[in-house]
């Protein structure tokens, strides 16, 4: 079982910088596929960012490509995602969450299997 908690969120101008944080309890965290999503009011949850478990590959939507940045470090069972250049349509509440096993590039909701509570982000026009 693991539990994940995610930190680091808040209200941000248009062009601004946020960075979220997602700590794990559990063992074998450096294992764990560890991914963020997102969602926005009335609508459903999409895949931001995904890492491997030794951070070799990394994965992310065009929609967030070259502004954000995953990233992870095993010895305190962490992993991050620095946002930069946000825009309005970055807001919603971000989720982190782990599965496994499996393919880096399964980026359905689906494909996890834990989740955390989720952060809220807003940014202002």
């Known amino acids: 079982q693991v539990q994940l908690v995610e930190s680091g969120g808040g209200l941000v101008q248009t062009g601004g910088s946020l960075r979220l944080s997602c700590a794990a309890s559990?063992?074998?965290?450096?294992?764990?596929?560890m991914a963020w999503f997102r969602q926005a009011p009335g609508k459903e949850r999409e895949f931001v960012a995904a890492i491997t478990g030794n951070s070799g590959r990394l994965v992310y939507p065009d929609s967030v490509k070259g502004r954000f940045t995953i990233s992870r470090d095993n010895a305190k069972n962490t992993v991050f995602l620095q946002m930069n250049s946000l825009k309005p349509e970055d807001t919603a509440v971000y989720y982190c969450?782990?599965?496994?096993?499996?393919?880096?590039?399964?980026?359905?909701?689906?494909?996890?299997?834990?989740w955390g509570q989720g952060t809220q982000v807003t940014v202002s026009s």
């Open positions: 969450a782990a599965r496994e096993s499996g393919s880096l590039f399964r980026t359905g909701v689906r494909e996890y299997d834990y």
């Open positions: 559990g063992r074998s965290f450096s294992s764990y596929i």
